[in-house]
């Protein structure tokens, strides 16, 4: 099994930006479908940017329609991490992000199904960003 951690939250003005990190243990996550989520109070969890498993011809990105184009995903397949880079944040972006993963060999978690949550099986304890003047 594939343990996840997250670091990298905390306060942060409007306009600010914030790298989180997703450590993972036990697996190597070229075979993995990764995603990004936030859960904000009184609001359901929300898909923000996945990354597919490593195929033979790419590897794939998706990323929610209110973080596209201030927000990055990216990963460090030496590392065995996956990184969230968040510019330009908005009061709105204030949440709990998760990192979470799945298995996936074949490359078959690609488009919105990154972002959607009943996708995953394996999920990090949550880190927190405040967004805040």
């Known amino acids: 099994q594939v343990q996840l951690v997250e670091s990298g939250g905390g306060l942060v003005q409007p306009g600010g930006s914030l790298r989180l990190a997703c450590v993972a243990s036990?697996?190597?996550?070229?075979?993995?479908?990764v995603g990004w989520f936030r859960q904000a109070p009184g609001k359901e969890r929300e898909g923000v940017s996945g990354?597919?498993?490593?195929?033979?011809?790419?590897?794939?990105?998706f990323d929610a329609e209110s973080v596209k184009g201030r927000f990055t995903i990216s990963k460090d397949r030496a590392e065995n991490k996956v990184y969230l880079q968040m510019n330009s944040l908005k009061p709105e972006d204030a949440a709990v992000y998760y990192c979470?993963?799945?298995?996936?060999?074949?490359?078959?978690?690609?488009?919105?199904?990154?972002?959607?949550?009943?996708?995953?099986?394996?999920w990090g304890q949550g880190t927190l960003v405040t967004v805040s003047s």
């Open positions: 979470s993963a799945r298995r996936d060999p074949h490359q078959a978690v690609v488009g919105d199904a990154l972002v959607a949550p009943a996708q995953y099986d394996t």
């Open positions: 990354i597919s498993a490593f195929g033979v011809g790419a590897e794939w990105t």
């Open positions: 036990g697996r190597m996550l070229d075979h993995y479908a």
